[in-house]
């Protein structure tokens, strides 16, 4: 079974660009989560959506952060206008359930540089 | 405040010690899961295993085990025998209702090395 899809794996952009990283979780699952780890603040939540509502957004750290979930089998999270400090990687994940019993699978992660 | 604790930032063993990394966590919540995840330096994160707040039960898996403690709020990971492909960043992570949709809330990370 694949597992979660993310695309691209790597994004160099210059700084005011827009960049929309592209996320497919596993089929079935209703759950899903972007995160994105820097060497500063680590493994941070940005979003989560649930049968492809966005439940909660306040981990995303401003205007220029906006992500959607247009059906079950896809989600993007898109930066405009892109900053240097946006730098990181962007994890995807999913999971079978809302709660804590569920697993959450990751996808590869985008690597996200911003000149 | 940091939910998630991991006091070793680095680690570095030579193959076949044993090694335990150690987790902290607090939360109010009663109930709550907890997860250890491992991150090879290709970089995906790998689920290792999950611990439900009401079974305190030690887990083994072959050379890995974990040892929950309500009492000191710990979740400690333990290698044994390292080998040189155990070298990788491990997070300890926090799920509990009061989190956005049980989302996980991670520790720092340890990075472990180990050497031949």
């Known amino acids: 079974d694949a597992g979660v899809i993310q695309s691209p794996r790597h994004e160099v952009t210059e700084m005011g660009q827009e960049v929309t990283l592209r996320c497919k979780p596993i089929s079935g699952h209703n759950s899903l989560f972007w995160y994105r780890q820097t060497m500063m603040r680590g493994l941070e939540l940005l979003i989560y959506f649930n049968n492809n509502v966005p439940i909660d957004d306040s981990g995303m750290p401003e205007d220029r952060f906006s992500a959607k979930m247009p059906n079950a089998s896809f989600s993007t999270l898109k930066i405009q206008p892109s900053e240097p400090r946006d730098s990181a990687v962007y994890f995807c994940?999913?999971?079978?359930?809302?709660?804590?019993?569920?697993?959450?699978?990751f996808g590869p992660g985008t690597r996200l540089t911003v000149t | 405040a940091q939910k998630v604790t991991q006091a070793q930032t680095e680690i570095s063993v030579v193959e076949k010690e044993d090694v335990t990394l150690d987790c902290v966590y607090e939360?109010?919540?009663?109930?709550?899961?907890l997860f250890w995840y491992k991150q090879p330096p290709s970089g995906e994160l790998v689920f290792l295993i999950r611990?439900?707040?009401?079974?305190?039960q030690n887990e083994i898996s072959g050379r890995y085990s974990w040892n929950f403690q309500k009492s000191t709020s710990s979740f400690n990971f333990t290698i044994t025998a390292s080998q040189v492909v155990d070298s990788a960043v491990y997070f300890c992570?926090?799920?509990?209702?009061?989190?956005?949709?049980?989302?996980?809330?991670f520790g720092k990370g340890t990075s472990l090395l180990v050497t031949p």
């Open positions: 939360t109010r919540d009663t109930t709550y899961y």
């Open positions: 994940a999913s999971s079978t359930g809302q709660g804590g019993y569920y697993e959450q699978y």
């Open positions: 992570a926090l799920s509990e209702p009061s989190n956005s949709g049980y989302a996980l809330n």
């Open positions: 611990r439900n707040s009401f079974d305190e």
